[in-house]
């Protein structure tokens, strides 16, 4: 390709509204266009890094028997009512009406299309086990789209399926999937992906993992430990040491004007990790109201509650006709019809600290086994840098940032069981098939590279998904024996099967430079008067770590086997 005639412009401004360093140089150099928030038109330099990206998706997926097949982007609405999700996904989901008022949606994820496709086929035994994904464009309404690539509202996604007659040929292909995934991630340049344990939210299933690439910039929060314990925060256990108290009596003190958890620890002198707030929520199809009582130093994990309670919560508006005292809520005469559930963390103290339902009242020691019998207790606390690892036991639990790129889940027979898939199996009678689903988004695979392969100037591609292998800058184009050297070395280069990008326009070296560092191309070559004039070129990496004279006669052979070495590097 001649940069002369290549669409999109590269410059030196940084848009306002880019935050992420991957945003910034994607747009800088020239890689993509916002259309309207979330969505964007790719270059043709991003086009070549994401269809690269998918050809190695792709080659994983089929290494692992892989079935790649298409779903269609439009399905209809009762697909995903046989689910039960067309009403349990909130406004993410695209929904409209065909010309014949039929209600269809856009596909932000495929699980249902999965299951019709196979529904019908599969329907013995010895057609078990099996895996079909496809590379796709999806739409999802995501309300927090940022970042670029990073978090958008139409993205190409690789999902996958697998369906199994037993829980053991599912889990011993999931960890196949695991491996595949590892093997992308290093080809595509990032080994550093983590994977950690994680919620499995809309997807249902009771296991699931996601990989993560650790960076600051990461809007994932991680829980990781030295042992190799890895978590995402919504997901993670949360050990805690209870503190020795000494079992007493309930007793009901008069606490005046203490309506924060801090302000009743500091009138009764009392320890904040030997007392119980409240956190209050209601359910969002009723509306009931459900206390969370967890130690007074900890905090709700608002996923883990979820999980617990089975349905969704929001954030509670308290009203007078609730009955609900706040600032002075605690387990021990909650008004009726008001649900609640008590964190483990609280159930480990003999006793605490609690409110008393009654204007500036609280009872000291409150204990959950004496006084509140039939609680139901649960572990939704949110774990924090130091706690204790799940794992281990040690109390060196560390919190970071990561973007994810990618997941698997154990779906079990949530879809199948729903949408009526069934096989005979070798007893003669009807299963449902059980269900894996892993997926990976291809243009944020993209982005997340950009975000940790940079510096100041540009994106430093990996060689196996850069947008070309080498790059040709020909200083003073018009100069005869510049123009000679640069336009063999670019035939040379492209007849021995070397992608090219060849700078042939009539700018400025400083211009060229800045460019070339934009579009971060692994290896460029130089081609200048002076070069010429010492009888060279002057090839070097991207990442600075080369830089070297070749004599022009030898330079194509040099090139293809330093492009060569770069790729054995991440195979």
């Keep these: 390709m001649k940069m002369s005639s290549m669409l999109g412009a590269r410059f030196k401004e940084t848009p306002a509204d880019c935050q992420l360093d991957s945003h910034k140089l994607m747009v800088r150099g020239g890689y993509m266009k916002q259309l309207t928030t979330g969505i964007y038109s790719l270059y043709m330099p991003a086009k070549r890094i994401t269809k690269k990206i998918e050809n190695i998706i792709r080659e994983e997926m089929d290494k692992i028997d892989g079935q790649e097949v298409m779903f269609p982007v439009v399905m209809p609405a009762a ?286 020691g409150y204990n959950v086994k004496r006084d509140t019998p039939d609680a139901k207790i649960a572990d939704f606390a949110k774990t924090y840098e130091g706690a204790i690892c799940p794992v281990c036991g040690k109390p060196h639990i560390r919190v970071s940032r990561g973007i994810e790129v990618g997941n698997i889940f154990q779906l079990g027979t949530k879809y199948t069981k729903s949408m009526e898939m069934t096989y005979i199996g070798q007893d003669g009678k009807p299963h449902y098939p059980i269900m894996g689903c892993y997926g990976i988004g291809v243009g944020r695979l993209c982005a997340s590279v950009c975000e940790v392969k940079h510096d100041d100037y540009g994106p430093i591609w990996p060689m196996s998904i850069a947008p070309w292998q080498v790059h040709i800058c020909a200083i003073k184009a018009t100069d005869p024996q510049v123009r000679e050297t640069a336009d063999m070395l670019y035939d040379q280069l492209q007849k021995a099967g070397v992608e090219v990008i060849y700078d042939d326009r009539k700018v400025s070296a400083g211009n060229m430079f800045s460019d070339a560092d934009l579009l971060g191309v692994p290896v460029r070559v130089i081609v200048s008067p002076k070069t010429v004039k010492r009888g060279a070129v002057e090839v070097s990496k991207r990442d600075k770590s080369l830089r070297e004279d070749v004599a022009p006669e030898e330079a194509a052979a040099y090139v293809e086997k330093l492009v060569q070495a770069m790729l054995d590097e991440l195979k």
């Design 79 to 364: 697909l995903w009512q046989e689910s039960g999700r067309y009403e349990s996904i909130g406004s993410e989901m695209a929904r409209f009406k065909d010309r014949s008022g039929q209600p269809v949606v856009l596909g932000m994820t495929h699980e249902e299309a999965a299951v019709h496709l196979a529904r019908g086929t599969a329907q013995s035994y010895s057609q078990y086990p099996f895996m079909i994904y496809q590379i796709q464009t999806k739409f999802r309404d995501e309300p927090r789209a940022r970042g670029g690539l990073i978090r958008v509202r139409e993205f190409t996604m690789k999902d996958a399926y697998s369906f199994h007659t037993s829980q053991e040929d599912l889990e011993a292909y999931y960890e196949k999937c695991y491996q595949a995934y590892e093997n992308i991630y290093r080809r595509a340049g990032i080994p550093e992906v983590v994977a950690v344990k994680s919620d499995s939210g809309m997807m249902g299933g009771s296991v699931s993992h996601e990989f993560m690439l650790l960076t600051d910039c990461g809007e994932d929060t991680i829980v990781l430990c030295d042992c190799g314990y890895r978590s995402n925060m919504e997901a993670a256990d949360c050990i805690v040491e209870a503190p020795e108290t000494v079992e007493a009596p309930l007793e009901k003190v008069f606490t005046p004007e203490t309506k924060t958890i801090e302000a009743v620890c500091e009138y009764l002198h009392a320890p904040a990790n030997a007392s119980c707030k409240a956190v209050v929520y209601q359910k969002n199809m009723t509306d009931q109201y459900v206390v969370a009582f967890i130690r007074g130093d900890l905090e709700v994990n608002e996923t883990k509650l979820r999980n617990f309670l089975g349905e969704e919560i929001h954030p509670a508006e308290i009203t007078l006709e609730s009955g609900i005292v706040a600032g002075f809520i605690g387990p021990v005469g909650l008004p009726e019809g008001v649900d609640y559930v008590i964190d483990k963390s609280v159930a480990a103290l003999n006793s605490s600290v609690c409110g008393a339902n009654e204007e500036n009242y609280h009872y000291t």
